[in-house]
T-cell receptor
Framework: GQQVMQIPQYQHVQEGEDFTTYCNSS?????IQWYKQRPGGHPVFLIQ?????EVKKQKRLTFQFGEAKKNSSLHITATQTTDVGTYFC?????????????FGGGTRVLVKP | DGGITQSPKYLFRKEGQNVTLSCEQN?????MYWYRQDPGQGLRLIYY???????QKGDIAEGYSVSREKKESFPLTVTSAQKNPTAFYLC?????????????FGPGTRLTVT
């Protein structure tokens, strides 16, 4: 079936360091969304990428959509303790009905102060 | 204050009992979704509804049922046929079902079946 894979599953980061999490789809996506879930909380929308090769920034977060629209990445610069949580990518498959997103397994980020 | 509400936050049931989880939204969204999240896992789609009185199975619909009699409400019933019902259940909504829109999530219901 159609799958969205995320790596790494866990990311331990020293406060102040940078890291990147990757998202790969088995099929071409019409767009990709990223969500953040704080411990004990619910997913909150961060951003949507639609165009091939698109890059968007939100303060210390940089999101990129691959040229083939099958992969994406999230890069966080100068990690802070507020970045703790699980980051999910969610792909909207081409021809999927009803805004049906396929979520990746998430990257759980732990920050060491 | 607009948003999605789910109740209760924690729910405990005995094996063999059906249980219904509530999801209400006042965002005037057409589309609503139910996801299941297991510890350390991603979100898996159970059912979704694009419009009132219509819904479709997601990837793991077996053992679950839904209804969409009102635009603002999308309750999920976990039946006794669901073999492993203990999980965190999240309801979400989006403006429309066509195109691509962000999904707004409720706070979730943590169901424990013993």
């Amino acid at each position: 079936g159609q799958q969205v894979m995320q790596i790494p599953q866990y990311q331990h980061v020293q406060e102040g360091e940078d890291f990147t999490t990757y998202c790969n789809s088995s099929t071409t996506l019409s767009n990709i969304q990223w969500y953040k879930q704080r411990p004990g909380g619910h997913p909150v929308f961060l951003i949507q990428l639609v165009k091939s090769g698109e890059v968007k920034k939100q303060k210390r977060l940089t999101f990129q959509f691959g040229e083939a629209k099958k992969n994406s990445s999230l890069h966080i610069t100068a990690t802070q303790t507020t970045d703790v949580g699980t980051y999910f990518c969610a792909g909207d498959m081409i021809k999927a009905a009803g805004n049906k997103l396929t979520f990746g397994g998430g990257t759980r980020v732990l920050v060491k102060p | 204050d607009g948003g999605i509400t789910q109740s209760p936050k924690y729910l405990f049931r005995k094996e063999g009992q059906n249980v219904t989880l509530s999801c209400e939204q006042n965002l005037n969204h057409d589309a609503m979704y139910w996801y299941r999240q297991d510890p350390g896992q991603g979100l898996r789609l159970i059912y979704y509804s694009q419009i009132v009185n219509d819904f479709q199975k997601g990837d793991i619909a077996e053992g679950y049922s839904v209804s969409r009699e009102k635009k603002e409400s999308f309750p999920l019933t976990v039946t006794s046929a669901q073999k492993n019902p203990t999980a965190f259940y999240l309801c979400a909504s989006s403006i429309a079902s066509t195109g691509s829109y962000e999904q707004y999530f409720g706070p979730g219901t943590r169901l424990t079946v013993t």
